[in-house]
């Protein structure tokens, strides 16, 4: 059983170039009850076109949070669904709108998500489609794939809004089979960090296919949803492993 509440759902376009863009976002936002615009480095804003096309949403962008890394637009989500203009993308799993709508509904449950949306030229790059636990493609017809920006974020609201018209109230689950929260997203990037350097160090990760191998063990990880107390217990095997190899580096030192 899913709630029916999507706040606790940021929506986040990632250096918008045309404030109209972030003007009809709010107000595709704000129409279907969502509240939470995050700006990543737009290149206007506040901008007189953006306010003229939000008419009526103005406090969705007055109340919107500009940020200048995507870090900061993440800060405390425990998922993140990126929307890609291309189709399935081998290397991420991914939704269509609808299906990713009901699963983005279940997922507030457990705490605050992110929507990214990509510039209007060049879309997500694969760094900020890394961050992404799912990417979210809206079916379009086969020879144009390409939403205007405003019009994705309306799509996608919709959906949102649609889903959580016709999802169940929740249930009260008893307080023993309430499973852990997932981790926010910053305590996992703090252990993908501190991976990629043990498996580097250990001669496991090679470069030339370091980004294809992290991707896969992001994957991985993002299917077994680890609690705060699993990443901890995590990152302290990965210390003890660091403190066991400068052990044996000094052995090896000594014995030269
Ligand atoms: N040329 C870019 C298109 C960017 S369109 C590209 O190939 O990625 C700007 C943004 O609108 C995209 O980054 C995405 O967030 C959203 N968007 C546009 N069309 C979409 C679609 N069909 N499905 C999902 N998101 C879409």
Not at 91 to 101: F, G
Not at 154 to 181: F, G, I, N, R, S
Request: proline share 5%; net charge negative; aromatic share 4%.
């Amino acid at each position: 059983m899913i709630g029916t509440s999507l706040q606790g759902l940021r929506i986040v376009l990632v250096e918008p170039s045309h404030p109209g863009n972030i003007g009809a976002a709010a107000r595709a936002m704000k129409v279907m009850g969502l509240r939470h615009l995050v700006l990543v480095s737009p290149r206007f804003f506040p901008d007189p076109e953006a306010t003229a096309l939000a008419s009526g949403a103005e406090d969705i962008l007055e109340s919107a949070q500009v940020c200048t890394n995507l870090d900061t637009a993440l800060q405390g989500c425990h998922k993140v669904y990126g929307t890609s203009a291309r189709g399935r993308r081998i290397q991420w799993p991914a939704s269509n709108a609808r299906e990713a709508a009901g699963e983005i509904l279940a997922d507030l449950d457990t705490g605050d998500c992110a929507l990214l949306f990509g510039r209007e030229r060049t879309g997500l790059t694969n760094a900020e489609m890394d961050r992404c636990q799912v990417l979210v493609h809206i079916p379009t017809a086969d020879e144009y794939h390409s939403l205007n920006l405003g019009q994705a974020v309306q799509v996608l609201a919709y959906e949102l809004h649609m889903a959580a018209l016709t999802a169940q109230p929740a249930q009260d689950v008893p307080a023993e089979d309430v499973p852990e929260q997932p981790a926010p997203i910053e305590d996992m990037e703090g252990f993908y960090g501190h991976l990629q350097h043990v498996l580097r160090r250990s001669g496991f990760l090679q470069e030339i296919r370091a980004t294809r191998m992290m991707r896969r063990l992001r994957r991985l990880f993002d299917r077994a949803r680890p609690s705060q107390n699993e990443v901890n217990i995590l990152r302290g095997i990965l210390t003890e492993i660091e403190r066991w190899a400068s052990k044996v580096d000094r052995k090896d030192q000594d014995s030269l």
